[in-house]
Structures are given as C-alpha cells and as structure tokens.
C-alpha cells in the first residue's frame, strides 16, 4: 500500500470520536480539571458495553456454520497459548524480570483488551472494511486461556545457573501460585463479570436471534458508538494518571509496552490469514493479539500473584499498550495484515 493510504489510515483513526475522546480525557488529567465520570456510571457502561458486544455477537453466531469457524476460533486458541509464552520469553531474557513479574505480565499480554476490540471494530467500519459477524466469539476464545497459561508459568523456578533470581522484588512464586489460590484465580476468570457479560451476551444473542434482537436493537444498536466514547473519555482519565509511573519502571517496560504488541500482531495476522478470515476479521484478530488485558487478568494476578508488581504490568498494559495501540497501533495492524494477504493471497 501506498504511504499516503497509511497516513491516512492513521489519520482516520486518530480524528475519530473514540481516540479523540481519550485524548480529552488525558487533557483533563494534565490540566487538572475535576472532569470524572462516576464509578457507578463507569461501572454501569462498563456493563453495557460487554454485553452489547456480546448479545450482537451471538445474533452473528445464530447465522454462522461450525465450518467457518472452527479454524479461526483454532488460531485464536493457539494465540492465547503463544503471546503469554513470548511475553514471559522477553521479560526474563531481555527484562532480566523474576518469575512472578514476568507471569503477570504474561498474563496481561496473552488476555485481550475489549476495549482495544471495540476501537479496531469502529476504526474498520468508518472506512468500510468488513469483518465476520462471529468476531466476538473469538474475543471470548482469547479472554482466559493465556489467564491460566501466565499463572502456571509463575511455578516456574529458574536453575540457579541461570543467574535469575525469581524472588526480586516479587517473593517466591511457588508460595503465591499453589494449586488453592490458582484455582481462586480461576474462578476468577470465569465468574469475572468480563467474561460472564461477553458469553452470557454471545447465548442470549444466538438463541434469540435476529428477531429476538431488533426488540432490544434501539438500546444496544446505534447508542452503541455513544457509550463507547464516554468510557474511553474516563479511559484516558484513568491511563493519563498512572503517566507519571513510567519515570518508575523504566525504559524496558516502555519498549515491552510497544515491540511485544508488534510481534504478537504479526502473529495475530499470519494466524488470522491462513485460518481463512477476511481482511477485516484477520485485522481485528491481530489487534487482539497486539491488545493486553487491564480488567479480567488484573483481577486474577491480584489473586494468584499477590507479589507481582502492578506498577509493571498495570503500566505496562494500560499506560503504554493501550494507548498505542488506540492511536496508531490498530492502523498499522491493517497495513501488516494488506501487505499479507497482497504477498499470500
């Protein structure tokens, strides 16, 4: 493609309601206006915007066959497995991080942000780029598996010859992951309202169908856009606060913030591509592999990983992947994925 059809991919994005409003909400933070929306309200649009997501899903899922998705919903199963895999990999190679550190952070960039789903859906749409209606059942695929993948690697204990000390600033990352706590985590996971609210949705949605869903179209259709502009005008309330944290974690955590996400794009996107999804569902693929969870793994490192640091992997994910993947991450992921399917068609 064209550099003027990337800049102006990016330019798109970058003057869309959705980014434009973090944005705001950044400004609100530097300037220290008392803008903030409620917890209740977060808490609420939170809520509605997870189910949403889900309910339409489901009415796509009612209209889909097993054929067409068993490959991508395979691929996304081996996504989950391998980015938690590759960010535990850098994080003691090249972070020299402990065990724990690195499994939390393993956690978090194997999980998926819905958020980070939800702008690549409207970034594709605004540009007329489609993308197969069963979309959201791989975002549920994606939500756990790397949860548990990123808690099982923190049993890990380095040999001493390695020279790593796994209880850096972390403890001891067999006493923090026994089989009682992992099995807390889990639970976790599965009762988080994250997920519950995206496969509830995604049931309701495909039992009900097309017909079950236009009764309730005018509150989860076109307010849908609204709603996902106020919360990321809190998004960038919240992330813009935890900036000054990056003077704390160093330069690391800044590059592990913005190359992991590349490379698990491009993984996304070669996966994505040989599964047989269209140009806009192999996009949005690799931007959920690019994304990194900052409401269900939280919760469950919380749990199973109470020594891990949040101010790595809560920074990490938030502060930096968040946002680059909001501004500039999502169109370039279109661009790897055109370049793709242009070589391998």
């Known amino acids: 493609m064209s550099g003027f059809d990337t800049l102006s991919a990016v330019q798109t994005n970058l003057l ?7 944005l705001l909400g950044c400004i609100a933070t530097w300037v220290k206006s008392d803008l903030r929306i409620p917890e209740s309200i977060y808490s609420l649009l939170t809520i509605y915007l997870l189910f949403a997501l889900g309910l ?40 020299k991080l402990s065990v724990t550190d690195s499994a939390a952070l393993a956690a978090h960039y194997g999980s998926v942000s819905v958020v980070t789903f939800i702008a690549a859906q409207s970034f594709l749409s605004s540009i007329g780029i489609a993308y197969e209606g069963f979309i959201s059942t791989l975002v549920v695929i994606l939500e756990a598996p790397a949860i548990v993948v ?3 690697l923190a049993r890990l204990k380095p040999s ?24 807390t985590a889990l639970h976790e996971i599965v009762s988080g309202r994250s997920l519950l609210l995206l496969m ?10 097309s017909s079950g869903y236009a009764r309730v179209e005018p509150l989860f259709g076109a307010p849908f856009q609204g709603v996902v502009a106020l919360f990321l005008l ?20 800044v590059l592990f913030g913005t190359l992991v996400p590349l490379l698990n794009a ?10 047989g999804l269209s140009l806009g569902g192999t996009a949005i693929l690799s931007a959920l592999a690019a994304s990194a969870s900052y409401i269900a793994a939280p919760a469950a490192v919380r749990i199973a990983l109470p020594e891990a640091n949040p101010g790595i992997y809560l920074t990490a994910a938030l502060t930096v992947t968040f ?11 279109l661009k790897i994925v055109q370049y793709l399917t242009e070589i391998f068609p």
Do not use: Q
């Open 266 to 275: 491009m993984l996304g996107a070669v996966l994505g591509h040989m599964s």
């Open 234 to 253: 809190e998004m960038g309330i919240v992330a813009s606060k935890r900036f000054r944290d990056l003077r704390k974690v160093g330069v690391f955590v």
């Open 56 to 95: 339409k899903g489901g009415v796509e899922l009612s209209h889909s066959n097993v054929a067409e998705l068993w490959k991508p919903a395979l691929a996304t199963l081996a996504i989950g497995v391998i980015t938690p895999l590759v960010a535990y990999t850098v994080s003691r190679i090249f972070g």
């Open 200 to 209: 509830g949705g995604l049931v309701i949605g495909a039992l009900s169908g």
């Open 150 to 152: 990123g808690l099982m």
């Open 323 to 333: 946002p680059f993947n909001l501004v500039v991450g999502i169109p370039l992921y």
């Open 16 to 22: 869309s309601p959705v980014v434009l409003c973090f």
């Open 160 to 183: 001493p010859a390695s020279g790593l000390d796994s209880s850096v600033g972390s403890g001891s990352a067999h006493s923090s992951t026994d089989w009682t706590t992992l099995r």
